[in-house]
């Protein structure tokens, strides 16, 4: 950072000189010499630093990004070692647009910090310094009054548009993030936003949002070009000043005649170091609120946790003592006073319809979310004190579970790393996907396509389920496994769960009740609490409403 402030320097010192010994070289020439060779050396001088400027300035550029793109480097590494430790519980403390913002945006945008604000910034005001006392040593008095005239690009306009600007670029970046916001929610809510015929209605929103961040750019446009007019102005009466003060000097002996050019134009490539200033210390609050956003999330990466390694948990057995979760801005608990046991082996369904707190509870056991009251204890320790070690304990399928765009044997790969390939067609084998996978021309060469599109449904439910196999925890959650599948898959897809993870404990999370006559107890959740459980015999009969819902979902109404 030192040699890109000197090369910057040098940069518009090299500048400055080209034009006073442009400016002696043109008037000596017009004074016609005697001797020619006393213009060999300022047409050796204007070649000289002709070439010199933009050495430098190509050495400033060069030195100035290499040393940002470092800093950048080592704070994208620090937001990840920020973030990693965090991985479980990141959907519960960001949103995603604001992890996009803060990955695409806030770190970027502190590249400017560097080279718009901090180099500039210190080259002008070291090239200020140099330029008063360059002026003093001819005349102190005139050191004095340029000093004086250069404040005002220097110090008084860099403050006026702090001033001025400061709330415009806190209200555009807030407007900026929140755009993000909305972008990422349209495109992992798209479809329904066009099922739902309400697409019209996102543009409109999004186009009114979109229109309001251009406004108050426009107020910052509008004060720059109001601000470079002013400025322009201030520099041409120092120009005019110097020129006046070059020409009484010359008049009254203080300096030769020949200068009276060299000290007029030397002061233009000194003012174009001092006019970046104002717009540079402007951006100012843009960059704190970048930080902020940086310092919130560093704020969870000193939480202590004591973390307990699993590999040895004999019993993974869970239960929940008057567990109850809250968040934030809702009043009624998403999780209310639920106590629950399940035993290692045992099969247990959870079952409610949207909302009535089955996605939280997942969050729940695996750490991903503490609970405000009660505690979980799963093997003799509570989720948190795993940390990551709980996916050696607990194995998660969703509805969506996502497939990367490589090949079938990567994917499966995931659930153990050193998996060998003869363990990876057994895990194939035992999901029924074998003589399917053997039928593709490059069998588990084959590539998946980005999330995984080049397969069915089923095929990447089966193929996620091949990874849980691999893992082979001990207890396995399924989140809605089977939705959008068709009820022949469906019901090939929960025959192969069962017969391939015989003796773990599972836990079905879904409001769909094929597949309960599997289940050694079935409880369904309405708003955080426990309404019903029993075994599936039971339910059907001693439960009016059970019986009618799985004969609905059996079709059967």
Same mark, same amino acid.
């Given at each position: 950072m030192g040699i890109t402030v000197f090369l910057g320097v040098l940069t518009f010192l090299a500048s400055a000189m080209l034009t006073f010994t442009s400016g002696y070289l043109i008037t000596s020439a017009s004074e016609m010499p005697l001797n020619i060779l006393l213009l060999y050396v300022p047409i050796v001088g204007v070649r000289f630093f002709g070439i010199a400027k933009p050495v430098f300035h190509y050495l400033e550029r060069l030195t100035s990004h290499n040393t940002v793109l470092k800093i950048l480097a080592e704070m994208r590494v620090k937001l990840y070692n920020m973030l990693e430790p965090q991985a479980l519980r990141i959907r519960s403390r960001y949103q995603t647009g604001d992890l996009i913002g803060t990955l695409a945006d806030d770190i970027e945008h502190l590249q400017d910090a560097y080279i718009r604000t901090i180099f500039p910034t210190i080259v002008s005001l070291f090239l200020f310094l140099s330029t008063v006392v360059f002026f003093g040593i001819f005349d102190f008095v005139f050191a004095i009054w340029i000093a004086f005239c250069l404040s005002f690009i220097v110090f008084v306009y860099p403050i006026i548009s702090l001033k001025i600007l400061k709330k415009n670029h806190i209200l555009l970046k807030d407007k900026q993030n929140h755009l993000y916001q909305i972008v990422t929610d349209a495109i992992f809510g798209i479809s329904n936003w066009i099922i739902s015929g309400r697409k019209h209605h996102f543009l409109s929103q999004f186009s009114k949002e979109t229109s309001d961040s251009s406004k108050t750019e426009?107020?910052?446009?509008?004060?720059?070009?109001?601000?470079?007019?002013?400025?322009?102005?201030?520099? $041409?009466?120092?120009?005019?000043?110097?020129?006046?003060?070059? $020409?009484?000097?010359?008049?009254?002996? *203080?300096?030769?005649?020949? /200068?009276?050019?060299?000290?007029?134009?030397?002061?233009?490539?000194?003012?174009?170091?001092?006019?970046?200033? !104002? =717009?540079?210390?402007?951006?100012?609050?843009?960059?704190?609120?970048?930080?902020?956003?940086?310092?919130?999330?560093?704020?969870?990466?000193?939480?202590?946790?004591?973390?307990?390694?699993?590999?040895?948990? *004999?019993?993974?057995?869970?239960?929940?003592?008057?567990?109850? /979760?809250?968040?934030?801005?809702?009043?009624?608990?998403?999780?209310?006073?639920?106590?629950?046991?399940?035993?290692?082996?045992?099969?247990?369904?959870?079952?409610?319809? +949207?909302?009535?707190?089955? +996605?939280?509870?997942?969050?729940?056991?695996?750490?991903?979310?503490?609970?405000? !009251?009660?505690?979980?204890?799963?093997?003799?320790? +509570?989720?948190?004190? /795993?940390?990551? =070690?709980?996916?050696?304990?607990?194995?998660?399928?969703?509805?969506?579970? /996502?497939?990367?765009?490589?090949?079938?044997?990567?994917?499966?790969?995931?659930?153990?790393?050193?998996? !060998?390939?003869?363990?990876?067609?057994?895990?194939?084998? *035992?999901?029924?996907?074998?003589?399917?996978?053997? !039928?593709?021309?490059?069998?588990?060469?084959? =590539?998946?396509?980005?999330?995984?599109?080049?397969?069915?449904?089923?095929?990447?439910?089966?193929?996620?389920?091949?990874?849980?196999?691999?893992?082979?925890?001990?207890?396995?959650?399924?989140?809605?496994?089977?939705?959008?599948?068709?009820?022949?898959?469906?019901?090939?897809?929960?025959?192969?769960?069962?017969?391939?993870?015989?003796?773990?404990?599972?836990?079905?999370?879904?409001?769909?009740?094929?597949?309960?006559?599997?289940?050694?107890?079935?409880?369904?959740?309405? *708003? $955080?609490?426990?309404?019903?459980?029993?075994?599936?015999?039971?339910?059907?009969?001693?439960?009016?409403r059970y019986k009618k819902l799985y004969q609905l979902d059996r079709g059967y109404l």
């Amino acid at each position: 950072m030192g040699i890109t402030v000197f090369l910057g320097v040098l940069t518009f010192l090299a500048s400055a000189m080209l034009t006073f010994t442009s400016g002696y070289l043109i008037t000596s020439a017009s004074e016609m010499p005697l001797n020619i060779l006393l213009l060999y050396v300022p047409i050796v001088g204007v070649r000289f630093f002709g070439i010199a400027k933009p050495v430098f300035h190509y050495l400033e550029r060069l030195t100035s990004h290499n040393t940002v793109l470092k800093i950048l480097a080592e704070m994208r590494v620090k937001l990840y070692n920020m973030l990693e430790p965090q991985a479980l519980r990141i959907r519960s403390r960001y949103q995603t647009g604001d992890l996009i913002g803060t990955l695409a945006d806030d770190i970027e945008h502190l590249q400017d910090a560097y080279i718009r604000t901090i180099f500039p910034t210190i080259v002008s005001l070291f090239l200020f310094l140099s330029t008063v006392v360059f002026f003093g040593i001819f005349d102190f008095v005139f050191a004095i009054w340029i000093a004086f005239c250069l404040s005002f690009i220097v110090f008084v306009y860099p403050i006026i548009s702090l001033k001025i600007l400061k709330k415009n670029h806190i209200l555009l970046k807030d407007k900026q993030n929140h755009l993000y916001q909305i972008v990422t929610d349209a495109i992992f809510g798209i479809s329904n936003w066009i099922i739902s015929g309400r697409k019209h209605h996102f543009l409109s929103q999004f186009s009114k949002e979109t229109s309001d961040s251009s406004k108050t750019e426009g107020k910052i446009a509008s004060w720059n070009h109001a601000r470079i007019f002013q400025l322009q102005v201030i520099t $041409g009466g120092i120009v005019i000043f110097v020129g006046l003060w070059a $020409g009484h000097s010359a008049a009254v002996g *203080q300096i030769m005649p020949v /200068y009276i050019a060299s000290f007029t134009l030397i002061i233009f490539p000194l003012l174009e170091a001092f006019l970046p200033t !104002s =717009q540079a210390i402007e951006k100012i609050p843009a960059y704190e609120e970048s930080l902020k956003r940086l310092e919130y999330i560093e704020s969870f990466k000193d939480e202590k946790v004591e973390r307990k390694e699993v590999a040895s948990c *004999q019993d993974p057995s869970i239960r929940l003592k008057d567990v109850s /979760y809250f968040y934030e801005d809702v009043e009624t608990p998403a999780v209310n006073q639920l106590s629950l046991s399940i035993p290692k082996g045992k099969k247990i369904a959870i079952l409610g319809k +949207s909302g009535a707190g089955k +996605s939280t509870l997942l969050q729940l056991l695996i750490g991903a979310i503490t609970p405000k !009251s009660g505690f979980i204890d799963i093997g003799g320790h +509570s989720p948190n004190e /795993y940390g990551e =070690q709980i996916y050696n304990l607990i194995s998660v399928l969703n509805q969506k579970p /996502y497939l990367f765009a490589t090949t079938v044997e990567n994917n499966i790969r995931l659930g153990r790393e050193d998996a !060998s390939r003869e363990e990876i067609m057994e895990a194939i084998k *035992q999901v029924k996907l074998d003589q399917y996978i053997q !039928s593709l021309p490059k069998g588990l060469d084959t =590539q998946m396509e980005e999330t995984g599109q080049r397969f069915s449904g089923g095929e990447r439910q089966r193929i996620a389920l091949a990874r849980i196999l691999l893992k082979d925890t001990p207890i396995v959650i399924f989140d809605e496994p089977t939705v959008g599948l068709d009820p022949k898959t469906e019901r090939e897809l929960l025959s192969t769960i069962f017969e391939t993870l015989e003796g773990k404990t599972l836990i079905f999370i879904t409001h769909h009740l094929i597949g309960m006559e599997n289940m050694d107890e079935i409880y369904f959740l309405d *708003q $955080g609490e426990i309404v019903m459980k029993g075994t599936h015999e039971e339910l059907l009969k001693m439960n009016e409403r059970y019986k009618k819902l799985y004969q609905l979902d059996r079709g059967y109404l």
